[in-house]
């Protein structure tokens, strides 16, 4: 299968792969589709270039793209010591108790308390642009909509490609008359961070919200081959897909990661919660004791962006360390509960593509 | 396109339409699709009895349908009246007070307050299918899951298919072991009661789970020919339609239906709510002054089914002859920001399948 997409990415399939992981990413991209990795774990601007170096070195030199997260408008700046203090005690105790309740072990005293993820903050996400502008990618997604026009010249400059998440037809066009490439119709049910509206009904209102000016992907659901074409049938020149990925035997390169991997395969569609937990926006994330722990009554509100990210980033490094699958702190989608075996991507990949023409096949049947 | 559905159901286009309109209903069994007729609004058997005798008349010999409301479990019992016992006052206050402050006008002391709608009594429930079983029903569906397995029995007896509603793949397969024909699959953006898991997950799990033992239809945002190919794509044996017939001609003809209409006419797919003010249970609402009311602080829970519904009967009352869209109580969709026009069932189902058909040549030509 191939739409007007692949043509101007470059790339074989209408597949795009959104992931924190290198490792995934670059499978993504030999795979056929499009690896985007994930850029907002980098606070050193120089861990990205190198993991970029490595991208460039193992894609076979097929396209891939990269995710920054930058708000659109009123950049909340200020090194995360000064952010720290905006944070209110009760929120520091309620985060401490919590972990503790929940048999998550302090920090060993030699380990030092790192920053936390600050990929949040606008001057480290422009950081990542810049980085990437160095790398030949193909694609700069902006999980967060519109990046600030300056930043999609800047792409276009370089020709580099700009896409932008949204989870409402109005956000579309305002991403494309800002100048951005590509939209991506963010789902209700999809991981991280999602509006109310479910696929099936954002992706045919932004494709004829955005009509010509921009080949929108489907994301939110897509975890196999049938609802991949589930998603070109409603419009979308693509399905971009990011919790699928983490069931696969590259996402375990990483360290941690492969504790994350259990508590993922266990979980059913229905183990999942949208909440402001874990960056200050709604998003969705794995269902644990710990996103249970902020819905008890007498929890605390949770703080906006940055300052939430801050407040629990301590948390997730305990949480981390702790490698207990019922406490672990991670976005994902529904289709959480399609992903109960890990394969490799480029498995992943053909499967897909099988049972996506094997619909096809299907649909011509019923004629 | 036909699937196993337009054998089983004897009908041409595998589209199932649930309405609470006799006058759709009858409409959409006439346009090559199944009619299916919501029976909880009527209290007295004999006017359902007389709906159906004028489906009967108007049908033009298609096969319909009907749907009632019947909890499986422990059927909660009793008059009205006594049931009424069961509300706290201070609900009934904050309903009054409500109406009030929304500027819903009294209503006038020759207007008898009725019953409010009992069909979510279980006895009530029961008399639907008696009175259905009377007439030449195809397929009996359960809006709350499986009825109980004696009525699944006392259906087949009449060879009348039986239907459930499911928002898990648990539930699905519980449905067909008690002997129910086919499941529809009611994703979290469909109106009405809903669960939390999505049609573009919910649906393909469903049908791995139940497997070749009974077909599924997909409900939840559909509204157009692409997403009736989505669903088909998804696995669906057909899509289950409710909220976009209530942008129809037909709906028109119940008395107070145009001001409710022109309501949904005017929302987007943002302006709904999954709320359990209407029935006790969490159902998909058109957002109105009235559904914002419940959420300020300070409003009380809604009830439990049947309570809540119950409680809020006198309200609904009022709110029909306020006649004002800004405080209607309706269920609905996310499908609601595509319906922006009134037209016949006949034009919008060969809309629907032109489109379905448009739909897979398209997918056709990625190949």
Redesign the interface.
């Known amino acids: ?3 007007t997409l692949c043509d101007t990415l470059g790339i074989e399939h209408p597949i795009v792969g959104f992931t924190p992981s290198e490792h995934v990413a670059a499978a993504i991209s030999r795979a056929g589709g499009l690896g985007v990795l994930g850029c907002v774990r980098f606070n050193d601007p120089d861990d990205l270039d190198a993991a970029l170096d490595w991208m460039d070195a193992n894609t076979d030199g097929r396209p891939y793209g990269v995710d920054v997260v930058m708000p659109a408008k009123i950049p909340t700046e200020g090194a995360a010591v000064d952010l720290a203090e905006l944070i209110p005690p009760e929120h520091r105790d309620f985060v401490h108790r919590t972990l503790d309740e929940l048999g998550v072990p302090k920090l060993p005293a030699e380990e030092e308390q790192r920053d936390g993820v600050l990929g949040w903050l606008h001057s480290v996400a422009r950081s990542h642009v810049d980085v990437a502008l160095r790398h030949p990618v193909r694609l700069i997604a902006n999980a967060l909509g519109s990046p600030p026009v300056d930043v999609i010249e800047q792409a276009h400059e370089h020709d580099v490609l700009v896409a932008a998440l949204a989870g ?2 109005e956000h579309a066009v305002r991403h494309v008359d800002n100048g951005v490439d590509i939209v991506v119709a963010q ?3 999809a991981g991280g961070h999602t ?8 992706v ?2 932004v494709v004829d919200a955005v009509g010509a000016r921009a080949p929108v992907l489907a994301a ?3 975890g ?1 081959g ?2 991949a ?7 979308a020149a693509g399905a971009w897909m990011g919790s699928y990925w983490l069931a696969t035997t590259e996402y375990q390169q990483l360290p941690g990661n492969a504790v994350t991997q259990r508590a993922l395969l266990e979980a059913g ?2 183990d999942t919660v949208r909440s402001r937990i874990y960056t200050g926006k709604p998003a969705r994330l794995l269902k644990t004791r710990w996103t249970d722990a902020w819905t008890v009554p007498g929890a605390p509100d949770p703080l906006p962006m940055p300052l939430q990210n801050i407040l629990v980033s301590e948390a997730h490094q305990r949480i981390m360390r702790a490698a207990d699958p019922s406490v672990v702190s991670m976005p994902v ?3 959480v ?2 992903m109960n075996q890990v394969r490799p991507v480029a498995d992943v990949m053909a499967d897909l593509l099988a049972e996506l ?1 094997a ?2 096949d299907r ?2 049947g ?2």
């Not at 509006?195 to 954002?202: D, S």
């Not at 074409?229 to 419009?235: I, S, T, V, Y």
């Open positions: 299968m191939r739409t409402k037809a789902g209700h049910e509006g109310e509206i479910a696929t099936m009904v954002l045919p209102e939110g659901g897509i196999s049938r609802q074409a589930a998603a070109l049938a409603l419009g569609s229905s989608g529904q289709i509960g399609r023409d619909t096809v649909l011509n019923l004629r």
